[in-house]
């Protein structure tokens, strides 16, 4: 039997457990920024690492307005999102280096939404040769690198381009 060690996932099962919306908590909890990985907030919205990414650097925007339903949502946040979502884009091509990037909503569990209590807007960088068999045949990502450092790195980054 082979075993694969992801020693960063321990805080998944042993930290402490939020009550209630995570993204809530997130957009209230201001002088956690840090902890929690945020990159960037204004009176609208927050960009904030992904937890559990798909690639390294993936990070999310996310409405302080609580909904699960788009078309709820004021047409001014969903515009700032946007504005947003191309600065990002930038940031992650320009900055970080990725060569292209994936991004997108899942609106609602059945659509695959894992957190469907409160919508968010996924950016996921992507790099040449960034999956690999193990990705294909184990449904298993790897990753060799330090996701504070990227966060930092990305952190960094913000002041420039998320405005």
Not at 33 to 59: A, W
Not at 63 to 85: C, G, N, Y
Request: net charge negative; glycine share 8%; with cysteine.
């Amino acid at each position: 039997m082979d075993h694969l060690y992801a020693p960063w996932r321990t805080e998944y099962i042993t930290g402490e457990k939020i009550e209630g919306c995570v993204f809530c908590y997130i957009s209230k909890h201001t002088e956690l920024d840090e902890k929690s990985q945020v990159l960037f907030r204004d009176e609208y919205c927050f960009v904030v690492m992904n937890k559990y990414p798909y690639t390294p650097g993936h990070f999310m925007i996310i409405p302080h307005f609580h909904t699960d339903s788009l078309e709820k949502l004021d047409p001014k946040v969903w515009i700032r999102m946007s504005q947003l979502a191309q600065q990002g884009v930038a940031m992650l091509k320009e900055g970080f280096g990725a060569e292209g990037v994936n991004m997108g909503m899942n609106l609602g569990s059945t659509a695959g939404a894992g957190i469907a209590e409160h919508i968010h807007l996924h950016l996921v960088p992507r790099f040449s040769r960034d999956t690999n068999f193990i990705t294909t045949i184990a449904e298993t990502r790897v990753y060799s690198t330090d996701f504070q450092r990227i966060y930092e790195k990305l952190k960094g980054l913000a002041t420039e381009y998320l405005k």
